[in-house]
C-alpha cells in the first residue's frame, strides 16, 4: 500500500511536472492544488531535493522545480526516496538488504522465494513507469 508520504509525493511532483517547466513553484501554491498540509508537504519535497529528483531556490521567487526530466524520474526511485524498501521482507530488498531474524535457512525459504517473485514483479511495473508517463494519464 502506497503511503501517504509517497502518495502526496506523487500528486505534488504531476503537478510540478504540469505546472513549474519556467519558473519553481512555491510550496504553499502545490499544497493549496493538491490539498496537502504545507509542513507535510514541505518535508516531502525536501526529501525529493535531497535524493535530487527537485532542485529549490530560495527567496521571493523561490519554490521547487524538477531537477530530472520527466521521463527519466521512475515511480520506484520516487516510493524507494519517500517509503524506503519496496520488497516486502528485508532478505530480498535491493537496496536495503537485511538477514531476517528468525530464518533458519535463507536460501530455502518458501516465503523468501514468493517474496522475491512479487518485488521483481512490481520493479518490472515501477521501473517502467514515469513520472512522464503519469503526466500524460492524468490528462
Partial sequence: MLSKKAK????????LAKESEERPLPVSQIAESQKISVKFLEAILNDLRTGGILKSKK????????NVKASEIKMSDIMRLLDGPIALLPCVSLNFYDTCEECLDENNCSIRKVALQVRDATLEILGAATLEELVKNEK
Avoid at 502526496?8 to 503537478?15: D, M, R, S, V
Fill in 8 to 15: 502526496y509525493g506523487l500528486k505534488a511532483l504531476i503537478y
Fill in 59 to 66: 527567496g521571493k521567487m523561490g519554490g521547487y522545480q524538477l
